[in-house]
C-alpha cells in the first residue's frame, strides 16, 4: 500500500514541475552508479529512457566502483548512505565486493565492507 502511494505522489510531483523544455522533474534522488556492465547497460537506459522525458538535475550521484570507493577509503560509500538518509530515495546499480583476483586485477587496496543496502547475490567472475 506504501508503495502505491509513494508513486502517485511522485507522478503528482512530476506532473505539476514540469520544466521549459517539457521534461517531468524528477524529485530529489540518491543515485549510486555500480559496477562494469550494470553502470554501461544502466547509461543506455538513462540516454534512452529516462534523459528524454525527466529533468534529473536534482540527482545526488555517487560511484560505489570497487575502484572509487578504494581511492576514498569506502568515504564515497558513507557519503552516500548520509544522503540517501537526508533525500530519503535511493536507486543503486548492482555493485561488488570484490574477490581476491578481483582485487588484484583492479588494484585495489582491500576488500570493502558490505553497504547498508548490499546485494543479496554476489558475482562470481574469478575465471580468466
Given at each position: 500500500m506504501q508503495m502505491r502511494t509513494a508513486v502517485k505522489q511522485?507522478?503528482?510531483f512530476a506532473l505539476r514541475q514540469m520544466?521549459?523544455?517539457?521534461?517531468a522533474v524528477a524529485p530529489p534522488m540518491v543515485y549510486i552508479a555500480g559496477e562494469e556492465m550494470t553502470n554501461y547497460c544502466m547509461n543506455l537506459i538513462m540516454d534512452k529512457w529516462v534523459n528524454p522525458k525527466w529533468d534529473t538535475s536534482q540527482w545526488e550521484h555517487f560511484d560505489l566502483s570497487c575502484v572509487s570507493r578504494d581511492n576514498t577509503e569506502d568515504k564515497v560509500l558513507h557519503d552516500a548512505v548520509?544522503?540517501?538518509a537526508r533525500i530519503g530515495s535511493i536507486f543503486k546499480e548492482p555493485?561488488?565486493?570484490p574477490t581476491?583476483?578481483?582485487?588484484k586485477k583492479a588494484g585495489?587496496?582491500?576488500v570493502m565492507g558490505q553497504s547498508k543496502w548490499s546485494n543479496a547475490s554476489r558475482m562470481e567472475r574469478d575465471h580468466d
Open positions: 511522485a507522478r503528482h520544466s521549459a523544455d517539457s521534461k548520509a544522503a540517501g555493485t561488488v565486493t581476491e583476483v578481483q582485487k585495489t587496496q582491500e
